[in-house]
């Protein structure tokens, strides 16, 4: 069951704070701002973001079936495994630079910039792509590849625009719900916009390329009798050019999520060395998390779903009408996936659906492997077989796509799930790019077709296992549980922990607090980490020195510390963070034993209830004796390393 809903301190500058405080202004001004409430905008956002993740999810697999249809029908594609691995991944390339770039677009400029941006792109990629030409075969190819690149690079930003835009709407909504909110409007819509295309194709593919085998082209050459290929793949590309119009259209209605447009006030749209310290200090286990999860299902997901149509031709010799039809058929299916996923997120966990899922995705590729020269024999149970085992592959997809946009806070938000779905898309350009060297160095004469191909497929389905348990492993031990947890819970304590090693660094220098009629100024700030580093390596230390002074008021001033009793305060207050994942927890529990890693983890939650003015340090300095030698909380979960004294402070 599920656990009530922790709402960890909402903190009063968060919640209320919808302008920056003026200079001359007393802090407590920014407690008087108020709103009307406003949630159309809620409508609109979901509408554009469903219609986008269609887009998206079309984008993706319009390449499956065609690239199947490149090898059969072009001897250029046939006998190059290159040409094969960069058609299947020039789209994943460009993920990946979307979703780095447009995650510091989304969080510095704006979701809504950000999305708009995104299908300028993915609408000049998909013309690049339709109107491919070339004096050469291989040049018309290359040109395909770069459109593709291109189309990719707009749905990278797809990724890390709209996902955190609509996790924080669902805030709003219900935290109770959010995962299934979003879940429903993020992967089912991308699982429909996959079997779009397939839809699409099969029509096509029955007009102009019917009777089409594998093997073909390597007896017919360039291209084969009574098939017009220019016709299904430049129509299936530009028929993706309708919605990415639409969705254009939408996205001027849509708008910055409420969390976004409140922090965007409060972080004076700038990182500082502040937050990176905080990622690296208390962060890693989750990014471990949010990284290699994403990295080893994209591994798994993209070589396989790549290359389907053409294992499943070279497994049951299936015309590409017949594939086309098997694929549509298996889509259907699949759309039960997400849908089951998305009702069990919520009250299971995002943990424990996630390991669920692996331990499926493993187990029965375990059995596949096992059988697979049996099942090659059974076109049908095949096709069964393997798409039962995929329908489970969701319960690891929604975690993947959710943790990353719930555990960081909205300041970096976009920027974590940018890295953290880009380096995990690493591992689908890895994926299809070994996946043909793998299956030709597997087969015992490297021959990919025939029983000697069948042979090199279970080997990898091995392979894979290994891989799938693994990912059970780390889901296991670094995947965060935020199930029914606020998001503006997690707000608050990284605003805390800000205050907190803001102070102290601060402290370390003899920095005080910036006068009120400086206080914009200063909050603006005049050194970035770049020019820091130029002054520590190439001008006098008593100008660097003078500059980092000036950083820590900047640093301060971004705290809304302005008073020297803040100060003080803060620098003194101790630094308790669960990151709720269970490799932290047991390290606590190990350490701290089963009393103490309680009472951190209740210290960890009452970091962020105090007010600006006055921290609770009352609370944090309750006693409870935790073994026989008669040890305080406090005395105990220092050990952990708080952050109780100063050798703790930041230092640059």
Known sequence: MAENIVDIAPDQIFLHAEEPIKSGQDEEAIYAVTETPDTSYIRYN???????????GYMYQVGTLLLTLYIDVYYTVYSSSFLQSALSTSVLYGVLFGLIGFGFIADFIGRKAGLIACSCIVILGSILSTAANGKTTDGMFWMIIVGRAVVGLGMGGEYTCNVPNIVEDSEEVSTKTRGRRVSLLVMFMEVIGNNTPTLIQLILIAAACRHVYITSSSSTGVSLPNCRPQVVWRISYGLGLIPCIIVLFLRVRMRDSKMYRKDENLRRKSYDLLDLFVIFRHFIPRMIGTIFMWFLIDW???????????????????????????????????????????LVVDRLGRRKTEVLGWAWLASTQLITAGVYLMLAKHAVGYVIWTTFVFIFQYFVFI?????????????????????????????????????PYMWSALSPDGNESGHSGLLGLRKIQWIYAGIEYFGLILALLFVPEYSNVSLRGEENRFLAMRARYAARFAKSLGAQPAPAASFESIQIGHYSWWSLLYLRLFRSREEYAAALEQYAQMLLARSYITKVEQLEQYAAAPVYYNDR????????????????AREYNRLSELMGEESMENPAFGEQQAKIVLSADGGSSDEKVSKEGTDTTTDNSMTF
Not at 414 to 432: E, F, N, Q, R
Request: net charge positive; hydrophobic share 50%; proline share 4%.
């Open 46 to 56: 979901a509408i554009g973001t469903a219609l986008g993740f269609l887009v998206n």
């Open 300 to 342: 798994i997901n993209y070589s396989q779903g790549t290359f389907g149509g053409v294992i499943l031709s070279s497994v049951i010799g299936a015309s590409l009408f017949k594939t086309a039809w098997i694929g549509l058929a298996q889509g259907v299916v699949l759309t039960l996936g997400p849908v089951a996923a998305a």
């Open 399 to 435: 975690p993947v796509y959710l943790v990353p946009a719930e555990v960081y806070p909205t300041r970096v938000r976009a920027t974590l799930y940018g890295w953290s779905s880009a380096l995990g898309k690493v591992g689908g350009i890895v994926g299809t790019t070994v996946f």
């Open 581 to 596: 994942t269970l490799f932290s927890n047991l390290i606590r529990r190990i350490r701290l034993g089963a009393e103490g």
